[in-house]
């Protein structure tokens, strides 16, 4: 039953947020102790409630998703992130802005 809520989860992800989930799952996966994983790592799942994770523990997440991304994460928006999805959404964010950043600077215009 279980392989059928992550499946039927991870449906509803556009291909760039199923990569990035799929990276954040490892990321979390390593983060939170065994115990902690008898729920499992959903775009819905909650830091606090479903994967009790601490405040100390989402600072050490915080920076391993800015390292293993290349972005950066204000103490402000990080203290937004409830759930997985918010913090796959603010990456999905900033991957396209970095994208068209890099287009706007190294592609001519469209005419």
Same mark, same amino acid.
């Given at each position: 039953m279980d392989e059928f809520r992550?499946?039927? %989860? !991870?449906m509803d992800l556009s291909g760039v947020q199923l990569i990035i989930f799929l990276i954040l799952e490892e990321i979390i996966s390593k983060q939170v102790t065994v115990e902690n994983l008898d729920n499992l790592i959903l775009p819905t799942s909650t830091f606090g409630e479903d994967?009790? @994770? #601490?405040?100390?523990? !989402? @600072?050490? !997440?915080v920076i391993l998703i800015e390292d293993t991304f290349e972005v950066e994460i204000s103490d402000e928006v990080a203290s937004e992130f409830d759930t997985v999805m918010d913090v796959i959404l603010f990456i999905e964010e900033e991957l396209i %802005? #970095?994208?068209? #950043?890099?287009s706007e600077n190294h592609y001519p215009p469209f005419s």
């Amino acid at each position: 039953m279980d392989e059928f809520r992550y499946v039927e %989860a !991870l449906m509803d992800l556009s291909g760039v947020q199923l990569i990035i989930f799929l990276i954040l799952e490892e990321i979390i996966s390593k983060q939170v102790t065994v115990e902690n994983l008898d729920n499992l790592i959903l775009p819905t799942s909650t830091f606090g409630e479903d994967l009790l @994770i #601490d405040s100390l523990d !989402l @600072i050490e !997440l915080v920076i391993l998703i800015e390292d293993t991304f290349e972005v950066e994460i204000s103490d402000e928006v990080a203290s937004e992130f409830d759930t997985v999805m918010d913090v796959i959404l603010f990456i999905e964010e900033e991957l396209i %802005a #970095d994208y068209l #950043d890099y287009s706007e600077n190294h592609y001519p215009p469209f005419s």
